[in-house]
């Protein structure tokens, strides 16, 4: 594991302890427990039922991180369900993953030039489980913007790129149950008199495009000027010379700028819950079902 990972997971590990004192979260959440990686990441508290169908038009707080219920036991590694997606994956040979590639702790380039990652270890499980093989899995990276049209289109067998489960989304593709659970919070530069996103009204925030983010300052009665980039990195740069006054996005991802850039900090508490999960295309139940 490289050393700037290293700081990332660490530097994210403090971050989302102080955010996470206190927090509320859905007044009827699927019930979690603490699991590998990160701090922040969830996995299904044993003889919990995460829901039984899949995201319907009238999708709300209570039943948004409801999910396809498992068809008995899960099939051993190389022995799919004949007909079934795993099936169809087997035979080609590797699967398939949409992922985003410079947002540390989750997915970044190590130094020589493989992705790592919390995600993309998530993703080389759900190989390892279809083949046996955590290397059987091709990365196909993505912008933010590109994640959902690029899984509706059927180029990637599924997402596992920071996709925060909303409604909006829910109608569009299938989530898995919570993996992680992120919240925005504001990087700014240290030595700023900026605390929070509540003295950031009428100031340029930048955050990138495609992201719940984005939506999210957009919707604030703080009323930042937000400004749209390609990707998060890009919002690092521009706080670095000074073209805005802070980057708003998941503290996860804030947590690793910070690590690169020990001149930044992250300030003020949560404003928003982001539960990610695994997206799946709505035509591979069985897909959905299995991870």
């Not at 955010?19 to 996995?43: E, I, S, Y």
Request: aromatic content about 4%.
């Amino acid at each position: 594991m490289s050393t700037r990972f290293a700081l990332a997971c660490s530097a994210l590990a403090a971050i989302v302890l102080a955010a996470t004192a206190g927090g509320q979260w859905w007044d009827h959440p699927v019930p979690v427990t603490a699991g590998p990686g990160p701090a922040g990441a969830v996995r299904p508290m044993a003889g919990s039922s995460p829901g039984s169908a899949s995201a319907t038009p009238d999708c709300t707080p209570q039943n948004l991180l409801a999910s396809l219920r498992p068809q008995g036991p899960l099939p051993a590694p190389g022995q799919m369900p004949a007909g079934s997606t795993m099936a169809r994956i087997a035979k080609r040979g590797h699967l398939i993953v949409g992922v985003l590639e410079d947002v540390s702790p989750m997915a970044v380039r190590d130094m020589n030039l493989q992705l790592e990652g919390f995600d993309i270890d998530i993703a080389r499980d759900i190989a390892e489980a279809i083949f046996g093989d955590r290397e059987r899995v091709v990365f196909r990276p993505l912008r933010e913007a590109d994640r959902f049209p690029t899984l509706v289109s059927g180029q990637v067998d599924l997402l596992v790129a920071g996709a925060t489960i909303t409604c909006p989304r829910r109608e569009q593709v299938d989530f898995s149950t919570v993996y992680y659970e992120a919240g925005q919070r504001v990087l700014v530069n240290r030595g700023s008199a900026v605390r929070g996103l509540d003295d950031l009204r009428g100031r340029p925030v930048c955050t990138a495009g495609g992201s719940t983010s984005l939506r999210n300052l957009q919707a604030s009665p703080a009323v930042p000027i937000p400004v749209v980039t390609a990707t998060q990195t890009d919002c690092l740069m521009l706080l670095q010379l000074g073209k805005v006054d802070a980057v708003s996005t998941d503290d996860n991802l804030l947590a690793g700028m910070a690590a690169q850039d020990p001149r930044t900090e992250v300030v003020g508490p949560r404003f928003t819950e982001e539960p990610y999960g695994v997206a799946i295309n709505k035509n591979t139940p069985d897909l959905v079902r299995f991870v």
